[in-house]
Structures are given as C-alpha cells and as structure tokens.
C-alpha cells in the first residue's frame, strides 16, 4: 500500500474486484450498497461513462453447503428510467460466491461480493433501480438512485466523479486500486484516498489538487493540498490520501476535490477554481439508533457489563458529543467481531435489556428489577418453575442455568413484584459469548 500526498499518473488503473470490506449505515439490517460515478466516454463525444459499483455484503445473502464449502447464488438486475417512469433499458447479471467459513458469511470479516458495470448515457437525469435477488434465500432486496449524468466533453477543464478507494498498490509502473463503495465512512480509522480523473483542453500546464470535507453549514472540519505537478496530457489520473485528523461526529458532510492553476515556483492559485467535484461524506452513528437516543441512559445501563471506573470515565465527558465517543470506544474495545460491520456484543446487551423491559417491568423499570438483572446478565435460563410458597400466598419462580446455577425469585405483593431471594453473585457481570 502506498500513502502519497498525492500521485498523478496517466496510465489506467486497474480496479480490484470481487470480495472486499464493505460497511453498512445500519449495522443490524445489511442493505446492499451502490456507487454511480461518471467519467469522460472514450468511445464518443455526445456519451458519458457511467460506471456503476453494486456491493452486497455477505450478510444479505442465504448460503448453502456444497462439496465442503459455503455457496451463495444471487443476481442483479439493473433498470434505467427517464424522469417521467419510462424505463430505457435494462441488464442482469448472475454472480456466485464460494467461501471456505461460515462464520465469514455471516458477516465476521464485513466481507460483501463488488462488481463494476459500464454503461455510455446521454447527459440528464435518470431514475436507477436495482434489485438484488437471492437464489437460496428467495428474497429480494431493491434500491433507487436519482442520478444526474453530467457531460464531460466540452470544458476547458474538469473533473470525473470523486471515486472514494480504501486501498492502493504500485506494481512496477501501474496501480491498482480497492474501491470503497458508498457514501458510508463506517470508521474514522479508515485510511481512504479520493480519486478523480482529470480532463483538460490546454496542456501543458502546472496544477493541484485540493480537497476539504465540510459540514452542512459551510464549516471546514479537513483539509489537504497535493503537491503541484505537470499536466500534460488531455486526461490524467490522482488520487489523494484523506487524512482527517479529528474524529467527526456522526453526520452528513461533502467531501469536495478542486483543480488549481499553480505557478512555475509552485505557488497554487486556490482563487481561482478550474474544476471542482463534490460527493456526501456520511459519518453514521455506529450504534444501534435506538440505544443512542439517549445517551445518558445508554450510559447508566452499562452497570451490569461495565466497570464503574469505565462509567466514571464516559460520564465525565464535558459534552454528550464526548460522551458519546467514549461510550462508542468502550463497546469497540469489547467487540468480539472488530473487523466486521456488527457488534454482536452490543446488539445483544440492549437488546437483552429491551427485552427485560417488556417482560419484567414492576414497580419500576424492567432492566432495574431483581428478574431484569439477572436475565441482562444470564440471558434465558434453561428451565423455569413456577409455584406457591409454603405459606399458601406468595408466588415462586425459580431459573436454573447451567452448571446448577440457580436464581430463586418471590412475590409477596401479587402484583409480579418479585424479588430475589438470595444476594446476586458480585462479580457477575454480561460476557458475550458466540
């Protein structure tokens, strides 16, 4: 991997297909994602080159077993619409994925099977939809783009669609390149490079490359220059390293690249803009929507899996923005699956609460009562006994676990107040376990 201020070089890259990481915005519910980037046409003048990125990850797919290793079958159909409905045209492909572990397909390493299609459009504004259709799982999964396909031909200067890569090799005098498809930054700990092709009509001449991500009310929050360089061809290609210093909270912002005129004694014009492409930069919340809601709540309900020293430590934050990002540390330090799109670790604990909520609510909140407690902590027991005391009046529910583990509750009040009749293990606490 090479991680340059900038590289422009005039030869085509080669774009690295088949299965890489891809992350989802919302990590319980595994959409498909779509990339639509244009580029100047090489076959005609009048065309644009659309090229069309489909990733779909793992999770969304149904596998089966054969000859030893997991088989996923799955196709994409493509349909093009003017403004007014009227579909165009449209293609399908079929695509089959083979892995050796299970535990891969269902979304360990975030792994999702990539594919580019090329088509030449006319400038204008189209409806795309997409349908991603499951062989084994008989489902379907669909989703619509409005795209705007600008013409490319005939400005002095400009610029292709902003590609967005997560990777970038050198092989002797090529590259290849690792897309990352979407819009998405899962993580702030990426290391992405922006990549744009370069049109210009009068060459030779002395350009750079900048770029800025900047928040909805015009608030620079990063910003890079590349080295100037001599452009002397019509096209040409750089990429960039995105080098965010600081972590952005979760939000929508637009990452944009501008060409500059530079001078001999490389002192760049950033007055003057020659082109300029912009593209959404999507920092999302990387946890459940529900549990961040309420973020002091989410907090204190740590108390049956966290340390107190970790609760003083993310409650001391002097905003909840601080909070927020000290909380999402936490739950990434315990993440049984980092390099993947899921914290299965966090999803079960609240929704353990959730469910704990609904189930033993009494006289106060059900994640607070004796049962609540023990059920976040313990999850389901293996067996459960109900009967009445030996005083003829209060209700007795006994759980057992495994290893004998036993909780007795009762309910002197008959109103399913029921208590714990024992003390609760001290050093008990949540651990996720696959």
Known sequence: MIKPSIVVISSSLALMGGATDVRAQAPTTPLFVVDILAFRSRVDAVTTRMDVYVSVPYELLQFSEFNGTMVGDYSVTTTFRDTTGRKLFDSTYKRSVVEDDYAVTRGKTGKADNVVKRYELRPGTYRVEFVVRDAFGH????????????????????????????DIEQKSDRFTIVPYIGDVIWSNELTLFAFVEIYLRSVPRRCAVAWNITATDGRTLAQGMGEPFNADKRTMQAFVPLIVPQRLIPGSYSLRLRLHEAS?????????VLAERSRPYIVPRSMTGSVLSDVSRAIKQLIYVADQNDIDLIQGGATEAERLTRFEDYWKRHDPTPASVRNEALEEYYSRI????????????????DMGRTYIVFGEPTNIEKFTAQNGVSLVVRWTYPNNTTFTFEDNTG????????????????????
């Open 264 to 272: 001999a004694n490389d002192i760049v014009d950033t007055s003057t």
């Open 139 to 166: 489902r379907d999964h669909s989703v619509t783009r409005k795209v705007v396909v600008p013409s490319l031909a005939l400005e002095s200067a400009d610029l292709s669609s902003v590609m967005l890569a997560s």
């Open 415 to 434: 109103f399913g107040d029921y208590r714990l009749r024992s003390a609760f293990p001290v050093t008990a606490k949540y651990v996720y376990r696959r």
């Open 354 to 369: 959730e469910q704990a909520n609904r189930r033993f609510k009494s006289y106060t909140e059900g994640w607070l009562t």
